[in-house]
C-alpha cells in the first residue's frame, strides 16, 4: 500500500527593504495585474508553548548499528506478478483532502505554514571587509548540516534517518538557506525535532568539519564543469561587481582558512534567530506540525533578533571573459538589470516574456512542450547554422534581478552571435497576440504541472511569505498571468534596457569584441 509523504522546510531570511523606484511609471502599470499581485497581509494563529518533557510524547528510534542475524524469506517470492498482493480491505476509506493553507506562528515569532495537500541567509548576507571576511559562510553551513547535535551524534543522525527512510538536505542559496526532509507521514514527530536540532544545535567537532573539508574544494570544482552554472555565478559575479548579489555562492581556496566552528557560530547567531525563520509543511495535519515545532522549542533560549544592516544591492554591469581550454565553443549571456525583483509584479511579465523568448537547442527532436514555436527557435535556431543553442532567462531576487540572453555557438562567428541577440533585444517589445497567448498558455502549464512537486511547492510557499509576506494562490498567480498585456511588456522592455549590460563571454574567447564594441552592437553609445 503506498503511504503519504510529508516534506518538511525551514528557511531562514532577513528583513527586506521595500522598493520604489522612480523609473518604473506606476501610473501606466497594469492595474488588475497589481491588484492580484498585492494584497493583504496574511492572518497567522499565536500558538502558546507547551512545557513537556520530549521523552514522553515522541517514541525514540531504535538504534542499531548493524544487523547480524539471518535474513527474513520472502513471503512474496513465489507470487506472480498478475496477482495482488493487497486485499482491497486493507486500504483505509477515502477522506476528502483539506488544500487550504494554514497558518500559526509561535511565540518566539517563528512563522509555521501547511498545506494538507497529496531567510534570507546566503552569500548575499556575508560581510566580506578588513575586518570580517565571511566569504562561503553559507556553503560551509551546508556542508556541515546534519551532522553532530548537541542531542544525536553525526552517525546516530544517520542511523536515524536509515532506519525510518527519511531523506534530508541542506542548499545555500544567494539570499536564503533551506534545510529540508522527507518522510513517511507517522514520522512527523522525529523528523521535526531532528530537523530542528541540526538548525538550532550544531556542534561543528572539529573532527566532522576536517574530514569532510575536500567536499567545499569539490562543490567548487562541480561548478566550474557546468557551464550553465558558471556562467550563472559570473553574470552575478560582474552584475553587482563586489557587492551583496555578487558574493560568490562557492568557497574561494584562499578563504578554507576561515572554516572554523568559531566562524561558523557567529555567522548563526547573525541570521539564525526565529523571526527569520518560516517552517513549511506540504500533506502535514497543521495542529501536528505546530504541536511538534512547539514542543522541539520549548527548551530552546532564542538567539536575540537584531536588525541587520540593510544590504542594498548595487548594480554595476560590466564585461568578464573566461577562457576555458577544455570547452570548444563559445558562450555569451547579456543581461539586464530588472527593478524590483520579486517584490514587483512585474515579475509575472518577465516570466511571460521569458516564455514568450523561449529558446532550446539545434539538436531538439520536437514533440510537444520543447517550444519549437517560441521566438528565438524560430528566429535564431532556424535561421543561423552557427549557433548551437540559445535561451532566454530571468533571475529574480527579492528587490532586483536580472534579464537576458544566453547563446553557444562557434567561435569564429562571435560577432554575428551577438549581432544576432542584439537584434532580439530590439525585437522584445514587438508582441503578436498570437505570441502572447501562446506564451500564457504555456506558462500556465508549465507553473501547475510544478506546484504538483511537494519541493517545489514548499519554495515557493516560503519564498512568497519571505518577501511579499503573503501567499498567492495558483489560481491568483494564474488569473496575474491571464492580465498581462502587449503594452505590459514593452514597459518592462523599455525600461531594462535602459540599464547598463552585463556580457559574460566563457569557453573559446579568441573571437571576443571588446565591451565597448558590444555596447555599440547593442545600441548603447
Request: net charge positive.
Given at each position: 500500500m503506498k503511504k503519504n509523504i510529508q516534506c518538511l522546510n525551514i528557511f531562514y531570511k532577513t528583513k527586506w527593504r521595500n522598493i520604489h523606484n522612480s523609473s518604473i511609471v506606476r501610473s501606466k502599470e497594469n492595474l488588475n495585474l497589481q491588484k492580484i499581485y498585492t494584497g493583504e497581509k496574511q492572518n497567522f494563529n499565536k500558538v502558546s508553548f507547551k512545557k513537556e518533557k520530549i521523552e514522553d510524547v515522541i517514541k525514540e528510534v531504535k538504534f542499531d548499528y548493524y544487523y547480524f542475524n539471518e535474513g527474513k524469506k520472502n513471503k512474496y517470492k513465489d507470487i506472480p506478478l498478475n496477482i495482488s498482493i493487497i486485499n482491497e480491505s486493507d486500504f483505509p476509506?477515502?477522506?476528502?483532502?483539506?488544500?487550504?493553507?494554514?497558518?500559526?506562528?509561535?511565540?518566539?515569532?517563528?512563522?509555521i505554514i501547511s498545506t494538507n495537500r497529496n531567510n534570507s541567509c546566503g552569500s548575499r548576507y556575508e560581510e566580506i571587509n578588513d575586518k570580517v571576511n565571511e566569504q562561503g559562510?553559507?556553503?560551509?553551513?551546508e556542508n556541515m548540516a546534519f551532522h553532530s547535535t548537541a542531542h544525536l551524534s553525526h552517525l546516530r543522525t544517520i542511523k536515524s534517518l536509515e532506519k525510518i527512510?527519511?531523506?534530508?538536505s541542506c542548499n545555500a542559496f544567494r539570499e536564503h538557506m533551506v534545510y529540508s526532509c522527507e518522510c513517511l507521514k507517522e514520522y512527523l514527530p522525529i523528523v521535526t525535532n531532528l530537523i530542528i536540532g541540526n538548525v538550532l544545535f550544531p556542534r561543528f567537532l572539529s573532527w566532522e568539519m576536517k574530514n569532510n573539508v575536500n567536499r567545499l574544494n569539490l562543490m567548487r570544482e562541480k561548478l566550474f564543469e557546468n557551464n550553465e552554472l558558471y556562467i550563472t555565478e559570473l553574470l552575478h559575479n560582474t552584475a553587482w561587481y563586489n557587492n551583496t548579489l555578487g558574493n560568490k555562492l562557492y568557497v574561494y581556496e584562499s578563504s578554507i582558512e576561515n572554516y572554523t566552528s568559531e566562524n561558523l557560530?557567529?555567522?548563526?547567531l547573525k541570521h539564525f534567530s526565529p523571526k527569520n525563520m518560516t517552517l513549511i509543511g506540504v500533506n502535514v495535519e497543521h495542529d501536528e506540525l505546530t504541536k511538534w515545532t512547539s514542543r522541539a522549542f520549548q527548551d530552546y533560549v532564542p538567539i536575540p533578533y537584531t536588525n541587520q544592516k540593510e544590504v542594498t544591492p548595487k548594480y554595476t554591469g560590466g564585461f568578464i571573459s573566461v577562457e576555458d581550454k577544455n570547452v570548444k565553443k563559445t558562450n555569451i549571456a547579456i543581461a539586464y538589470e530588472t527593478q524590483g525583483g520579486w517584490k514587483s509584479s512585474d515579475m509575472i511579465t518577465l516570466t511571460v516574456l521569458q516564455t514568450l523568448m523561449g529558446g532550446g537547442g539545434s539538436f531538439s527532436t520536437g514533440g510537444p512542450g520543447k517550444g519549437m514555436y517560441s521566438r528565438l527557435f524560430l528566429n535564431v535556431l532556424n535561421s543561423y547554422n552557427f549557433i548551437e543553442s540559445c535561451m532566454a532567462f530571468s533571475t529574480q531576487h527579492s528587490d532586483t534581478g536580472l534579464f537576458g540572453l544566453y547563446f553557444t555557438g562557434?567561435?569564429?562567428?562571435?560577432?554575428?552571435?551577438?549581432?544576432?541577440?542584439?537584434?532580439?533585444f530590439q525585437k522584445m517589445n514587438r508582441v503578436t497576440d498570437e505570441e502572447l497567448n501562446r506564451a500564457k498558455k504555456s506558462l500556465k502549464s508549465f507553473m501547475w504541472m510544478s506546484l504538483e512537486y511537494k519541493s517545489i511547492l514548499m519554495e515557493d510557499l516560503a519564498r512568497q511569505m519571505m518577501i511579499l509576506n503573503r501567499i498567492l494562490t495558483g489560481k491568483q498567480l494564474s488569473d496575474a498571468i491571464d492580465s498581462i498585456t502587449k503594452e505590459d511588456?514593452?514597459?518592462?522592455?523599455?525600461?531594462?534596457?535602459?540599464?547598463?549590460?552585463?556580457?559574460?563571454v566563457y569557453g573559446n574567447i579568441n573571437y571576443s569584441p571588446h565591451y565597448d564594441e558590444i555596447c555599440n552592437i547593442l545600441g548603447h553609445k
Open positions: 476509506p477515502f477522506k476528502a483532502v483539506d488544500e487550504k493553507l494554514h497558518f500559526s506562528v509561535l511565540e518566539n515569532d517563528l512563522k559562510m553559507s556553503v560551509m553551513l527512510g527519511a531523506t534530508v557560530r557567529n555567522f548563526m562557434e567561435p569564429s562567428n562571435t560577432s554575428d552571435i551577438i549581432k544576432a541577440m542584439a537584434l532580439e511588456i514593452q514597459r518592462v522592455v523599455h525600461n531594462f534596457l535602459k540599464t547598463k549590460p552585463t556580457v559574460v
